[in-house]
């Protein structure tokens, strides 16, 4: 009897000595690597400055391309469109590449504007320029919605001096027929365009 009671108590230590080792330990928690964070973090950062960097080049090189294909005046590039378009549609297209329609700010600018749209789209065409009175009539303000400081209105014409629309002239055109002179215009007229980009 002594025999099978140490037997039994043999089995079950046994079992219980089983079944210890079937439970599964608590593995400690790992402590988190800190520096290997904060490496992470400073690539991504460096990561994420060079891919800014990349595309500021980008933008550079794009803009010299546009300023080779147009032409340079005062720190801007001016690039004609000579397709016939509705206002909007062509002051959308500027944006899209990253530009505005031109606004001459000064005589000397107005001049070469004129003379860069005589040997780009031609002697007697007329171009949009970025400048509008559609939230104000007869407040002629700039796609930036800013008040224009120079202007070069066609005032030779004692009858009609420019501008002259009222409500159904919003737009303003450069007629370099006219010495470069401004002419308020419909815009839904179809006219060709200079798009103006500013060198950083």
């Known amino acids: 009897m002594e025999f099978k009671g140490v037997c039994v108590l043999l089995g079950v230590l046994l079992l219980v000595s089983s079944s210890l080792q ?3 330990t608590k593995k400690k928690p790992m402590k988190k690597d800190t520096t290997k964070d904060a490496a992470i973090v400073q690539l991504q950062k460096q990561i994420d400055d060079i891919v800014q960097e990349l ?10 391309r546009v300023c080779l294909k147009g032409k340079k005046i005062n720190g801007k590039c001016f690039l004609s469109d000579p397709v016939r378009k509705r206002y909007h549609t062509a002051s959308e297209d500027c944006n899209a590449l990253g530009g505005v329609l031109g606004t001459p700010t000064s005589k000397d600018e ?7 749209v005589r040997q780009s789209i031609g002697p007697d065409e007329q171009a949009w320029l ?11 303000i700039d796609q930036t919605s800013s008040s224009i400081t120079y202007k070069n209105w066609d005032t ?3 009858r009609s001096p420019q501008p002259d629309g009222s409500m159904s002239q919003n737009c303003a055109v450069l007629s370099a027929a006219s010495q470069g002179k401004w002419f308020d ?11 103006q980009f500013n060198i950083v």
Do not use: H
């Not at 107005?110 to 860069?116: A, H, P, T």
């Open 22 to 24: 079937q439970i599964p």
């Open 55 to 64: 595309n500021l080049l980008k933008e550079q090189q794009a803009l010299q």
């Open 110 to 116: 107005n001049d070469e504007f004129r003379d860069y």
């Open 130 to 140: 970025g400048i509008n009175d559609m939230v104000t009539e007869g407040t002629w």
């Open 156 to 158: 030779s014409n004692f």
């Open 185 to 195: 215009e419909n815009c839904r007229d179809e006219k060709p365009s200079v798009c």
